[in-house]
Nanobody
């Protein structure tokens, strides 16, 4: 069974940058599409970005132009590079295997001065 583990969350100042990682393990010997979501306190879970097995990417409107999703297939890891962070980016960030109930445990990103 596929397992996902996020890492890289931290406290960062507005305008700063951060890179999150989603390590993929288990499952079959294949590349999986991965989606990133985030959830802030009291708010619904929001799509952030996604990447297919072939590297095609998509982004939520609020992060377009600031965030970049990529993957290192040799390391079975998907990255979320976040630039020009804003207070409203504060949330727990999750990676998931789309169309399944497989989610990571989440990693906290806090943007604050």
């Amino acid at each position: 069974q596929v397992q996902l583990v996020e890492s890289g969350g931290a406290l960062v100042q507005p305008g700063g940058s951060l890179t999150l990682s989603c390590a993929v393990s288990g499952g079959r010997d294949m590349l999986y599409p991965i989606m990133w979501y985030r959830q802030a306190p009291g708010k619904q879970r929001q799509l952030v970005a996604g990447i297919t097995d072939t590297g095609t990417t998509n982004y939520g409107r609020s992060v377009q132009g600031r965030f970049t999703v990529s993957r290192d297939n040799a390391k079975n890891t998907v990255f979320l590079q976040m630039n020009d962070l804003k207070h409203e980016d504060t949330a727990v960030y999750y990676c998931t295997l789309p169309g399944t109930h497989v989610w990571g445990q989440g990693t906290q990103v806090t943007v604050s001065s």
